[in-house]
Nanobody, 127 residues
Framework: EVHLVESGGGSVQTGGSLKLSCTAS????????MGWYRQAPGNDCELVSI???????YYTDSVKGRFTISRDNAKKTTYLQMNSLRQEDTALYYC?????????????????????WGQGTQVTVSS
């Protein structure tokens, strides 16, 4: 059975930093792309970043230069280092296996374009 377990969310002030972690089990981690999506209340499910199995990465424009995605295949863990956080980064952040290069309408976890979803971790940025 596949499990994606996120951690590292929390509340910070504008300009602060957080590091999210997603630890995987139940599949061959190094053979899969991993990514992060986020969803704020009333908003679409937004693709934030992807770390492909070949080490290539993708970032949505609004986080370029502030967020860094990485992966440790030995630990089966994907990370999202978030710096210079803004209030608009406030959302529920989801880890995803085999992320799709698009945003989705509706709840993230209902999208079938992504193979597996984590349970989500809340990030709240306040002024």
């Amino acid at each position: 059975e596949v499990h994606l377990v996120e951690s590292g969310g929390g509340s910070v002030q504008t300009g602060g930093s957080l590091k999210l972690s997603c630890t995987a089990s139940g599949f061959t981690f190094e053979d899969n792309g991993m990514g992060w999506y986020r969803q704020a209340p009333g908003n679409d499910c937004e693709l934030v970043s992807i770390a492909n199995f070949d080490s290539s990465t993708y970032y949505t424009d609004s986080v370029k230069g502030r967020f860094t995605i990485s992966r440790d295949n030995a630990k089966k863990t994907t990370y999202l280092q978030m710096n210079s956080l803004r209030q608009e980064d406030t959302a529920l952040y989801y880890c995803a296996r085999d992320p799709y290069l698009a945003n989705f309408t509706g709840p993230c976890y209902l999208s079938r374009y992504v193979t597996d979803w984590g349970q989500g971790t809340q990030v709240t940025v306040s002024s």
